[in-house]
């Protein structure tokens, strides 16, 4: 019969591509886990990893069976919590994925409490500045800044994200400081290469127009668009929620060219299987309370 410590001790074996780390992470001996994934090879009929004196690979068959094992064990940990959550207890893993930089600044701080909170949740976050794929990731809820285009998850608001226009003093100084949108295409952009110059869109009055300047330097990271902006290289369109230091410290400067800049939200975003969730539910509680509403960022500046 096939046991779920086995099951487990191969996926650790595979993702750690030795016996020696999987152990370590598991918290056992080494003949343990070896006893374990032996256990597990008689059980299946089938070498799912191949090991030499040197290195350790995973076999045809060890592939296979490692996403249905991932997939398997996941639904383990996910019946073990809902069944915790119907008594009123946060357990178990949650597994988010979330942009690099807001990450960095905003979403970890707030997640720190909830964990000191909740401390039975397992939290994995990962900071991408990828457009991930909840489903075939295997994340239980993504934050996202900008809108969420797959229909077939649950999408819940956190905040609003206002965009400001902003350059360096040294910049303006250099190049002048541009009035309209017919002045902003004559500048040197630093553009956010996810989602490209046509990302660019101002309000005046009811007309939306499109604004593509002349790119200096493209980047998937609003940070280092801070950063260059900062350098003087050019004008970046960006979140206020980067900008409460820059703008205090004087190191931008915002532009005004008498048309209102498009904004964003920031939402989080779920599979339809996790509607019941206590745990999403919580910590979309949590952050929407955490950022408030203005968020703290914009009421800053």
Known sequence: ???LESAVAFLAVAEAGSISE????LALSKSVVS???TELERALGAKLVHRTTRRLSITEDGSLFYERAKRMVRDVDDAASEIAERRG???GPLRISAPVSFGSLHLGPALYGFLAKNTKIELTLDLDDRFVSIEADGYDAVVRHGPVEDKRVIVKRLAGSKRLLVASPDYLKRFGKPKSLLDLEQHKAIIYSNRGAADWRFRISRQ???VRPNTVMRVNNGLLMRDAAIAGLGVALLPTFFLQSALKERKLTVID???ETEGATIYIAYPEHRRASAKIRALTEWLQKAFGD???WDTAI
């Open 257 to 259: 060219i008498g048309a």
């Open 208 to 210: 939306v127009s499109t």
């Open 89 to 91: 207890a946060l357990v």
């Open 22 to 25: 999987a152990a370590r992470r």
């Open 35 to 37: 006893e374990r994934l």
């Open 294 to 296: 203005p968020p703290y």
């Open 1 to 3: 019969m096939l046991k």
